[in-house]
Each structure stands twice: as C-alpha cells, then as structure tokens.
C-alpha cells in the first residue's frame, strides 16, 4: 500500500513573515560542545521564499516546496537583517539572500492563487502569464544592503539563467548582481550541453547558457577585478550516453568552462530522474530511456574531469568506447595524451613533437 499525502498549501506572505520573524538563536544547541562547521556558511544568510517552478528532473524540491513561489515583504527581510546585525558574531555580510532558487524572488502567474499551477504544463519563461520580472528583487537586494551595520550582501543561491534572459531589461538585475552580490565567481547550472540529455532533465537548452554566458562575459569588459561563471555539470543522467559526455566535454573545452566542481547523478526519493532510473522509461511518454549504470557511470564522471590525471584510464576508455579516438593525443583539440595503444595521432602534434 502507498499512501501519499497532498503537498501542504502555500503559505501566504503573511504567514511566511510571521514564521521566519520566530526568534530563532541562529546559534548551534547549546549541547555542542565544539564549534559546528555546517551552521558557518548558513548562519547569516536569509530566506527571502519558498518555491521553485523551474521543475528539474533530478530535484525533488518542487515536490517538497511546490512549484509556486511564496515570497517575505521586503519589510520583513529588512526587520530580520536588522536583528542579525545586532548579534556580536555578526561582521557585516550577508552570506545570502536566497532561496531554492535565488531570483524566483516575487515571481508570480496569474492562475497560480485561484486555480494552483498548471498540472499538465512546466512554468517556463514561454508562458505568457508568468512574470519574471526582477523589479522586487533588486529593490530587495538594495533595502537590505541599505541597512546599517552591513557591509556586503551576497546572493550565494543558484540563480536561473534563463530567467534573467526573460527579464524587462530595464531591471538591471545581472548588472547590480555582478557589480554588489557575487565574490568572484556566479554559480549556474546548465548540467549538460546534449540537447537530448536537457531535454531529459527538462532544463533550458544549451543554447540559452550560451547567450547567458556571452552576456556574462560582456559585462566583464573593462573590469578591474573580473568575475567567472561556474557552471554545474553532470555526468550519469537517464538518457546520457558515453557520446553525449563526449559532447560535454567538448563544449566545456571550447568555452573554457573546465571546473573541479562535478556532480555524478544519484538517484533520490520523488524525482522524475529516480523514475527514469529505476524503470528505463520516460513517465511521462513511456518510451525507453537509456540509463547508464555500474562502471559506465564511472567513466561519464572522469570524462567531464578529464584534465585529472587519476581519471586518465577511464577517459581513454571512454573515448575508445564512443569511436572518439581522434580525441586522444597530444594536439590542440585532445582531452587526454595517448598510451601507445594506436590510438590516432594528430599530423600536427606529431610534427611537433618532432
Ligand atoms: S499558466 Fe504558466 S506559469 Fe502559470 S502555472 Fe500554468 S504553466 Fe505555470
């Protein structure tokens, strides 16, 4: 027997103020005898909503949260910053201002108070009655920077990029976040370049990361101090094949979007993703989905890290494995040098070496 209880109705705003104004210690139980690490990177931080519409495959959090979005007044943000600055380990910053994801901050659709989301539709910036526009958030972002005692308000939450693509431009909100909320490096997530496997994780299309990251870039012209992007991949999704990694690894290569930062698909409770895993099928359409498993998963992860020297083995097998051997070598497009088992080498690393 499965018994599946209703997702909890979304709090008013209200009703979000009044349970996030409670006069919590923002201090670890006083039974801790030593210093807790995890509580360091939360303590000052502030949720500004609950929600998130973006729908991710692999993320539960719409399930645990719903998909609309419940947002605190700007007041009661403020009023809580105000109490924090008044706390002795309180140095000035705000480590975020977030939620599950950042700039959903007062986002709102027309159907969403009356009638609850669409159940047969994804809330994407396509949808005509959603608006994403960052208005509210900026103000926010400027009222809790204005309160006295703070010296530097971080957004350290995921943003989604597609959102800021959709904004009323006259917004400015990539500008202030770049110049006043981010140190040197803005995370996103595009998780994949593959428009196959996207398309399986139900994120925006590596086209749309692409105009974001030229923005991005532009932006950066002529600053002192710039900023970098740090993208989230992930290897081992349902759908993703050993080719589409090579694909991934070939775009992070050719956008120089190389990072230490990998995520390996882990199949967790509710998510669509944990379906296609455990079934092999799409629940949506009930087609196959290929899903790769034991080693192979192993080598999708080393092929997205395939600078490593300890992933070297299995990114040759990987390549060997997707008919990518031109891959291999010591020439300008490579990913990794051969080990002598015939592999092609590229004309032109061989005169060189020569
Ligand atoms: S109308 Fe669009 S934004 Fe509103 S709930 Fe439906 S899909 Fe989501």
Known sequence: MIVQ????????????????????????????????????PVQFSVVSHRGCFGGCSFCALTHHQGRIIQSRSIESIVREVTRMVAMPEFKGIVQDVGGPTA?????ECGRWEKAGACPDKSCTPACKTLKTNHRRLTELLEKVSEVPGVKKVFVSSGIR?????????????????????????????P???????????????????DRFHDIFEALQQGKRKRQYLVPYFMSGHP??????MVE?????????????????????????????YYTGMNPFTLEPVYVPKGREKKIQR??????????RNLVLEGLRMAGRSDLIGSGKKCLVAGDGHGDWVPFRSFVRRK
């Open 302 to 311: 080393a092929l997205m890290q395939y600078r490593e020297p300890g992933n």
């Open 239 to 244: 759908g993703c094949t050993i080719g589409d």
């Open 5 to 40: 209880n209703p997702p909890t109705l979304p709090l008013t705003t209200a009703e979000l103020d009044h349970i996030y104004e409670l006069p919590f210690s923002r201090r670890a139980h006083p039974s801790y005898q030593k210093p807790v690490p995890a509580l360091e």
């Open 161 to 189: 990029y597609d959102l800021v693509l959709a904004d009323d431009p006259g917004s400015n909100y990539l500008l202030q976040l770049c110049d006043r909320h981010v140190s040197g490096h803005l995370k996103v997530a």
């Open 103 to 107: 700039n959903m901050y007062a986002m």
């Open 191 to 209: 998780e994949h370049a593959s428009p196959k496997v996207t398309a399986a994780m139900n994120k925006p299309d590596g086209a749309v990361f």
């Open 248 to 276: 991934l690894a070939e775009y992070i290569r050719d956008r120089q979007l190389y990072t230490e930062q990998v995520q390996d698909f882990t199949p967790t409770p509710m998510s669509v993703s944990t379906c296609m």
